[in-house]
Structure formats: structure tokens, C-alpha cells
């Protein structure tokens, strides 16, 4: 299950990075520990059950790129018990959390709620947000860093779908043959598969590598992030 795998990372070594994330277009490098990685999902898990006003059984879709911001909303929308939504049906899920202003408003006009997500690891608001959808960059952080689900899934029950990557709470962590405490560079266009390559990296005790719009010698970049798997 997600959670157990966030709970392990946060008992083994809270410390150590588990996800870095490279945008070669901004020149942004950000790496977060278990420790900090948790306190993200937290704070987006109390927004999806407080704010969302979803639990287990309701989707949550992530309208997003695969990136750091990603990553924790989806362990955030897995931590409240939620079905994780990716690919074109993430915009008709019942909480839509998108990049995109166009989308939030078409979601709210809906009678449904939307969070838009900013990527830059700075920023504080987005002056393009639509009236009554959230704005993750300024209000975020006001959630609380402690998280309690009003109640856990079945292990038979949706964890991820879209993308063709469908699969139960029990089934979307999948162990790999990978070396001890992996370095996984996960890259590809599907977010399904790159969800279940996160899990997969944490479950073995290790981390993973996000490059987005990659320039320069990459074989380097992997040597000196010392990459010993990709996904």
C-alpha cells in the first residue's frame, strides 16, 4: 500500500533524498528528503479531505507532468484513500488538480473542486487563478504538516486508473529486480507508469531522478547522480 511505503521511507532514513527533479528549461534542481516529502503529502492531504471534501471511494485526477509536485499529490490523494486519476479522464475526476487555469474553471463550474498547481519550486501565488479555484502556491502551506484519514481502503479497491495502468491498493506497488537502495531515473510520457516507478524506487529503499526538458550531456548528469536503474 502507498502508505506503508511512506511510513517505511520516514523509519528507515527520514533524512536521505528520495526524489530529485531537474528542469533543464528553468535551470531548477530540487531534491526532498523523506522528511520533507512527507510533510508535503500532509499538508496536501488535509487540503483533499478538508478542503476536497473527498475520502476513500472518490477520484482525485492529476491533470500534471510527471515532477516532485506530482509525486506528492498523488501519495497525498493514496494517504486519504482516494483513486488516483491520470491521463485524459483526470479532468472529469471529482477533485481535478491541474496546471492548467482553463481546466480549474471548466472543473468548478462543474459544481466540483480544483487545485492549480504552479511548478516553480518558489513560487507563491498565481495571479491567473480562477475565482473559487484553489490556488496551491499561496495556500498550501496553511494546511496542517499532521495527517489522520477519516478511513483507510480495502485492498481491492481502485488505487490508480488511466493511462493503462489500472490497479488495486495492493497491487500498485510493484517490487522490481533493482539493486539495493536504487537510483531510478524514470522518464516516459505516461504518468501511470511513472507513479508506479516512484513506489516501486521508495518500496526498495530507494530514489528517484526526474529530468524534465533535458539538455546537455544527460550520461554524465547519470554518472554524477550515480543512477543505477531507469524506469
Known sequence: MPA????????????????????????????????????????AANLLQ?????TVGNTVGLDLPAH????????AAWSVGCIVVVGPEARDADVVVTVSPDRA??????????????????ARGNAQTPQDVLDEAKE?????????PWDTPEADEPALVGDGDDAAYAQVVVRRDWP???RVLVS????GSALRAFLSAWAADGSVLLVLNPAGDQDRRRAIESVTATA
Do not use: H, Q
Not at 50 to 54: A, E, N, P, Q, T
Not at 188 to 191: E, P
Open 4 to 43: 506503508d511505503v511512506l511510513a517505511a521511507m520516514l523509519r528507515l532514513d527520514p533524512g536521505r533524498p528520495r526524489i530529485t527533479c531537474y528542469d533543464d528549461a528553468s535551470g531548477e534542481r530540487i531534491e526532498l528528503s523523506a522528511k520533507t516529502f512527507a510533510n508535503w503529502v500532509a499538508k
Open 50 to 54: 478538508d478542503s476536497g471534501d473527498v
Open 68 to 75: 516532485w509536485r506530482t509525486a506528492y499529490w498523488a501519495m
Open 105 to 122: 474553471a471548466e472543473c468548478v463550474s462543474d459544481g466540483r473542486y480544483a487545485v492549480l498547481v504552479t511548478l516553480a519550486a518558489l
Open 140 to 148: 498550501l502551506a496553511g494546511y496542517g504538516d499532521r495527517f489522520d
Open 180 to 182: 539495493e537502495r536504487p
Open 188 to 191: 516516459g510520457d505516461r504518468l
